[in-house]
């Protein structure tokens, strides 16, 4: 077999095979070179008329990849005390924020109607002002006052709920 036309004519659609699936321009390079040099090495096992190149190197570039991700998570899978300590804090700040979540929906289930609307198309809608005024069909001064007092009541709540919890 003639390897350099092989090479020639087919490098670019392995790189982007391997790139696809590895998502890293080094490693793709890395693998498309390892894929090219393990068909060289082992072109004694097929004829030349038999063979379908592309077949073969992607062959050789899927089982290449599969070693690579095998390698990266045996790498991944030795985690020292530290990490686990870390990851333990991070842990317990997800079920705080969690919790947290939780109360605010509650303190959000507490306020008015119309204070509910307006919270929930300013802050998590994300409307103006202006826009928040002309869906509920009141001025922006009453928006904006109804917004202050909304934010102060939920506040309030949840200081009151932590002081008794």
Known sequence: M?????????????YLYIFYRVQDKQDAEDLTQDTFIRA?????????DEVNVIALLKS????????????????????????ISIGNAIEKRVEEH?????EVKHALSLLKEEQHKIISYRLLQGYSIKETALMIGKNETY?????????????????IERMEG
């Open 98 to 102: 969690i919790l947290d979540q939780e």
């Open 143 to 159: 928006v904006r006052v109804a917004q202050f007092r909304a934010i102060e009541f939920i506040k309030n709540h949840l200081k």
């Open 40 to 48: 060289i090495k082992a072109q004694h096992r097929y004829k030349d």
């Open 60 to 83: 050789i570039a899927r089982n290449l990849i599969i070693d690579k991700w095998r390698s990266n998570n045996n790498k991944q899978s030795s985690i020292s005390l530290d990490e």
């Open 2 to 14: 003639n390897w350099e036309s092989i090479w020639r004519e087919n490098w670019r659609e392995i």
